[in-house]
């Protein structure tokens, strides 16, 4: 049985990640031609930079894979929700960061295309301030969201280097 929601939640996570978003360009083609030097660069002092920012939504897309796939509240510590840029902070680790990023993606990617369309509405177990935390379908959207959110927020720190 062809599951419609789920492949139109995949289109949706691969237009977002490196396709051709609504909104925009997506993540990747955001990301592309941006060096090392520009990644650490802080245009905006109280701002984080865009490694920072790429860090964070990796965080965030490995955190929802893991939601799904153990079907359980998983929280990030605020060291691993912003992590810090590497030391030495030079090509190498910013590919290595792009890399982790496009992994992490794929395993989210791999997770929902194992999904059934039923299995959206599920809603993992939580301590959150209610019973069940958000569905399925509210994590897979809003990982989307926070995605292109940022995109937004690179955008406009990658204008401080044109």
Known sequence: MHEIE???ML???RRAFDGEAWS?????DTLAHINAEQAAARPIPQAHSIWEIVLHVTAWVRTVERRIAQNEKIDLPASENWPPVPNP???AAWQLT???LQEAHRELTGT????YDND???QFASDWDRPQGPSYYVLIHGVVQHNLYHVGQISLLK???T
């Open 6 to 8: 789920i492949t139109r």
């Open 11 to 13: 289109d949706q996570l």
């Open 24 to 28: 925009g360009p997506s993540l990747m």
């Open 89 to 91: 902070a030079d090509d």
């Open 98 to 100: 792009l890399e982790h």
């Open 112 to 115: 929902v295309a194992g999904l």
């Open 120 to 122: 959206l509405n599920r």
């Open 159 to 161: 204008k401080a280097f």
